[in-house]
């Protein structure tokens, strides 16, 4: 699990109408992560919007990606079901991802004790094939409750988790249970991200690393040497992009900004509004002139 720390970039999934994988454009999405210097890289969690593809074409693009990648390849596994995500389990591990990311069954609310049920029932059908990420995701799954995380962790049964809640007191709870269960914590809520790994975060599993992976690196890199003041500007840079969360789907908006530099994202799960067409023109004209700005104070 060494490298799962620092910056993972969270893919988004190139697509045509279909929707079908464009593997061509995820292949260059893979090249253009794998030399931005991001610690890996993760496919179909929330950010890559797995619910719209097969199990059939993840498994697929995860083994191929896992070939083509110069990173570790973190593979999301989640499935509205138990057999759907171990047979995805099964698929990644022999595929030779470096972790499985797997969130509670989607869709339908859950108690507490059954996402431990359904986790516990996970690791066993792996038997140990590859390191389990719990993915606290509440926008998407019912939500972990960090009582039930530590309890999983203690297990030993899992590697670690990535926490999307945005709550800082879900981090603080999770990062006092490693004193004494060692397991690696990374934040999905770059909101968080400065004062969580400044706290002792292992790193993130973030989105905007895939749109901007040099915001992302250069922000760790000044938390890690403790520059306060290169932390703060970064910081402040990485709020004001994700200050136009609040107009799109997060997956649209990284998209876009995917796009924005190049890259083929192909076109979106469903369409805008008038005025959010409009709001996507404003962003596309804002992050034009953003973007060479950050790029300059990350060199």
Same mark, same amino acid.
């Given at each position: 699990?060494?490298?799962?720390?620092?910056?993972?970039?969270?893919?988004?999934?190139?697509?045509?109408?279909?929707?079908?994988?464009?593997?061509?454009?995820?292949?260059?999405?893979?090249?253009?992560?794998?030399?931005?210097?991001?610690?890996?890289?993760?496919?179909?969690?929330?950010?890559?919007?797995?619910?719209?593809?097969?199990?059939?074409?993840?498994?697929?693009?995860?083994?191929?990606?896992?070939?083509?990648?110069?990173?570790?390849?973190? *593979? /999301?596994? #989640?499935?509205?079901? +138990?057999?759907? @995500?171990? !047979?995805?389990?099964?698929?990644? =591990?022999?595929?030779? $991802?470096?972790?499985?990311?797997?969130?509670?069954?989607?869709?339908?609310?859950?108690?507490?004790?059954?996402?431990?049920?359904?986790?516990?029932?996970?690791?066993?059908?792996? *038997? /140990?094939? #590859?390191?389990?990420? +719990?993915?606290? @995701?509440? !926008?998407?799954?019912?939500?972990? =409750?960090?009582?039930? $995380?530590?309890?999983?962790?203690?297990?030993?049964?899992?590697?670690?988790?990535?926490?999307?809640?945005?709550?800082?007191?879900?981090?603080?709870?999770?990062?006092?249970?490693?004193?004494?269960?060692?397991?690696?914590? +990374?934040?999905?809520?770059?909101?968080?991200?400065?004062?969580?790994?400044?706290?002792? $975060?292992?790193?993130?599993?973030?989105?905007?690393?895939?749109?901007?992976?040099?915001?992302?690196?250069?922000?760790?890199?000044?938390?890690?040497?403790?520059?306060?003041?290169?932390?703060?500007?970064?910081?402040?840079? +990485?709020?004001?992009?994700?200050?136009?969360?609040?107009?799109?789907?997060?997956?649209?908006?990284?998209?876009?900004?995917?796009?924005?530099?190049?890259?083929?994202?192909?076109?979106?799960?469903?369409?805008?509004?008038?005025?959010?067409?409009?709001?996507?023109?404003?962003?596309?004209?804002?992050?034009?002139?953003?973007?060479?700005?950050?790029?300059?104070?990350?060199?």
């Amino acid at each position: 699990m060494a490298a799962i720390g620092g910056i993972t970039a969270a893919a988004v999934t190139p697509r045509r109408e279909g929707p079908e994988i464009d593997l061509a454009a995820t292949f260059e999405l893979i090249d253009f992560l794998g030399s931005s210097g991001v610690s890996s890289i993760s496919l179909f969690g929330s950010t890559g919007e797995f619910v719209h593809f097969t199990t059939e074409d993840r498994s697929r693009v995860i083994s191929l990606a896992v070939k083509r990648s110069k990173r570790p390849v973190i *593979a /999301g596994v #989640a499935h509205s079901t +138990l057999d759907g @995500a171990v !047979a995805m389990g099964r698929e990644a =591990a022999g595929a030779g $991802a470096a972790a499985l990311l797997l969130m509670p069954p989607y869709f339908y609310g859950y108690q507490q004790e059954d996402i431990r049920e359904f986790y516990r029932c996970f690791a066993r059908e792996l *038997a /140990g094939a #590859a390191p389990i990420l +719990l993915y606290n @995701a509440p !926008a998407s799954a019912t939500a972990i =409750a960090p009582e039930t $995380a530590i309890e999983l962790m203690e297990s030993g049964e899992f590697a670690g988790i990535k926490d999307s809640s945005g709550r800082w007191e879900n981090f603080a709870r999770l990062r006092a249970a490693r004193d004494h269960s060692r397991f690696t914590l +990374l934040v999905g809520q770059e909101t968080l991200y400065a004062p969580a790994r400044q706290a002792g $975060a292992d790193g993130a599993i973030s989105g905007v690393a895939c749109a901007v992976p040099e915001l992302m690196l250069a922000l760790d890199l000044a938390i890690v040497a403790t520059n306060t003041e290169k932390t703060r500007r970064l910081d402040a840079r +990485l709020q004001e992009f994700l200050a136009w969360a609040e107009y799109f789907p997060p997956p649209m908006l990284l998209r876009e900004a995917v796009a924005a530099r190049g890259l083929r994202v192909g076109p979106h799960a469903a369409p805008l509004g008038p005025e959010g067409r409009a709001k996507l023109a404003e962003f596309h004209e804002w992050f034009r002139g953003w973007l060479p700005a950050v790029r300059k104070e990350c060199a």
